[in-house]
Every structure is written in structure tokens, then in C-alpha cells.
């Protein structure tokens, strides 16, 4: 890939079977637009309720994503706290006003390497390739991010970055993602998505960060769709996190 070439990745964060429902009008509006790879964040058992293991249809599902060219990447384990009450009050913000789905924010290393094992574990079982590690929320402790230092993890990413592994060098990713959860905060999503839009009209790649809270009210899903419509007008390559990254590695100056 050229330096100056222009890509958009599409990442959709929280998929398991209970919440693939959701996505599938989107995507399959989105496979009709073409070839359009994406990175599906994968979550083994989410809220410790849908186990993917345990889910034949979700498994063959995943396995046609991979099929079209798909990412899947591994999203926590359970993508809920479960951790002690929180016993700071940064702690408490972080853990029960900011999010409540923080699972590797407060982890020690011993911790976090045995979710992160059974996560891998899982991938192999069932042969799906695996790359990338994102945290859900994007918090990660210290403990964490030791523990990636010592497993075969490509990447993570924060919000406006991506990160390779092990040496955690930073490549810079921006990402737009919304808060859908009511009419009056889709409408603000609305408001700072067309700002920044324009703000990085300029930069190598964009992250659209998609969730399935978006997915069900029309008025984020369907701008979801056009802006990415309108990014791969513009000109812009549709690919997914480990193949932009596999670019990346070959272009100087890019990790910092």
C-alpha cells in the first residue's frame, strides 16, 4: 500500500450471539455494497451469558465472516466488571459512571493472562485466526498490559490508536464511535461524528467503532452506513485492523 493511500476500517465491537442479531441487517447492507472487509471484536461469553461455545449457529456464522475476508479479534472474555467493588473514588468513576463493562481495567497480570489464555483457547478450538486484543471500553491495567507483553497478540488499540505488540509502539488510528443509548445523546453522537469527520478528513485511516446499541434505532445505523458510503467515495480502501496494519509495519516513522 502506498503511504498516501486513504483507508477506512469498520470495527464492530460486543459480538457474540446475543448480540449478532442486531448487527445482521447492517452487514448485510454492507455486503451489498461490495467487498468490504471488517474487524468483528469478538467476546467469548458476553455478560457471562452467551457463551460461544455452546452456539453452533453463531460459530458458522463467524466462520463465513472469516470466509469473506472478515477479522475476528479477540474483546475481553465476559465484557462485564466483575472485579471487587471498586474502594478509590477514581476508581469508583472509572468503574461505575464511566462503564460498568471495564472486565481488564483492575486485573493483575495472573489475572488478566488466564482470561486472556481461555480467550485464545477458544479461537484455536475452533481455528479462527487471531491477531488482535481490543479491551472492552478500551481500559486496561498495568497487570494487562504486561500480560499481552507475553502472549501472540499483534495489536491492541485505545480509542485513537493502534498499538503492536509486544513493544506497545503507537500507531495513530483515529476513531469515531457514538453513544446510541437515547435520542438525545444520538443526536449529539450526530453533531460531534460530522465534526470530526471533517477533522480527519486528512488523516491515513479512520476507525468507525460501531455497537449494537447502534444498531437498533435507524437513525444511527443508517448513518453508520452512509458515512460509510461516503468515506469509500471519497476514496478511501475498506480494510480490516491486521491487514492495515500489516501495511504499516513496512511505512518509516509511523510507530512512535
Not at 469498520?10 to 459480538?15: K, R, S
Request: charged share 25%; glycine share 6%; aromatic share 12%.
Amino acid at each position: 500500500m502506498a503511504d498516501t493511500e486513504r483507508c477506512v476500517l469498520l470495527v464492530l465491537h460486543d459480538v457474540a450471539p446475543q448480540t449478532w442479531p442486531n448487527y445482521q441487517p447492517f452487514v448485510e447492507a454492507v455486503d451489498a455494497l461490495g467487498s468490504i472487509p471488517m474487524t468483528l471484536l469478538v467476546v467469548p461469553d458476553f455478560h457471562k451469558r452467551s457463551p460461544i461455545a455452546a452456539d453452533l449457529r453463531f460459530q458458522t456464522a463467524m466462520g463465513q465472516r472469516l470466509d469473506r475476508g472478515d477479522e475476528l479479534a479477540l474483546h475481553g472474555y465476559y465484557h462485564c466488571d466483575d472485579s471487587p467493588a471498586p474502594r478509590t473514588p477514581g476508581d469508583y468513576f472509572m468503574r461505575r459512571i464511566f462503564t460498568w463493562e471495564g472486565e481488564f481495567y483492575s486485573l493483575d497480570r495472573d489475572q488478566a493472562l488466564a482470561r486472556l489464555h481461555a480467550g485464545i483457547h477458544l479461537f484455536e478450538r475452533l481455528d479462527w485466526p487471531l491477531h488482535g486484543f481490543v479491551a472492552p471500553a478500551w481500559l486496561m491495567s498495568q497487570g494487562t498490559r504486561e500480560a499481552l507483553r507475553d502472549l501472540p497478540f499483534s495489536y491492541t488499540s485505545d480509542p485513537q490508536h493502534l498499538f503492536t505488540l509486544p513493544d506497545f509502539s503507537q500507531i495513530d488510528a483515529p476513531g469515531m464511535v457514538w453513544s446510541a443509548r437515547s435520542a438525545w445523546r444520538r443526536g449529539v453522537s450526530k453533531l460531534v461524528s460530522d465534526r470530526l469527520e471533517y477533522r480527519f478528513k486528512t488523516a491515513q485511516t479512520i476507525r468507525l467503532g460501531l455497537h449494537p446499541v447502534d444498531m437498533r434505532h435507524p437513525f444511527s445505523r443508517d448513518y453508520w452506513l452512509k458515512l460509510l458510503q461516503r468515506l469509500i467515495g471519497n476514496g478511501r480502501t475498506p480494510m480490516t485492523k491486521a491487514n492495515w496494519l500489516s501495511t504499516q509495519r513496512t511505512v518509516p516513522g509511523n510507530a512512535e
